[in-house]
Nanobody
Framework: QVQLVESGGGLVQAGGSLRLSCAASGRTFSSYSMGWFRQAPGKEREFVAAISKSGIRTSYADSVKGRFTISRDNAKNTVYLQMNSLKPEDTAVYYC?????????????????WGQGTQVTVSS
């Protein structure tokens, strides 16, 4: 399994932007599809975005389409989540995860590797 460390969270006003990063350990990063998930207080963790091993395929939750962009740099073992036009309802702890199957990441089930999360708070 790959070890993951998220960063880049913080407090931002509605309409603002943040870029999250997730750094992965190991030399096999390019063999993993990656995903971002989030969990708001009192709610279940939900899928946000996923990217395939090569970066060619991406998938987004309807709630973030057109506002968030997932990308990766395999040379830096890092996946990013650019978040624009942030809304108060985007407030949550954001986690990254990894799996060798893109479909498994999108489904958000059975994922073995998770980071510790980074807090994103959007004020109105």
């Amino acid at each position: 399994q790959v070890q993951l460390v998220e960063s880049g969270g913080g407090l931002v006003q509605a309409g603002g932007s943040l870029r999250l990063s997730c750094a992965a350990s190991g030399r096999t990063f390019s063999s993993y599809s990656m995903g971002w998930f989030r969990q708001a207080p009192g709610k279940e963790r939900e899928f946000v975005a996923a990217i395939s091993k090569s970066g060619i395929r991406t998938s987004y939750a309807d709630s973030v389409k057109g506002r968030f962009t997932i990308s990766r740099d395999n040379a830096k073992n890092t996946v990013y989540l650019q978040m624009n036009s942030l809304k108060p309802e985007d407030t949550a702890v954001y986690y990254c995860s990894a799996d060798q199957s893109f479909q498994t990441v999108v489904a958000g089930q059975g994922l073995g590797s998770w980071g510790q999360g980074t807090q994103v708070t959007v004020s109105s």
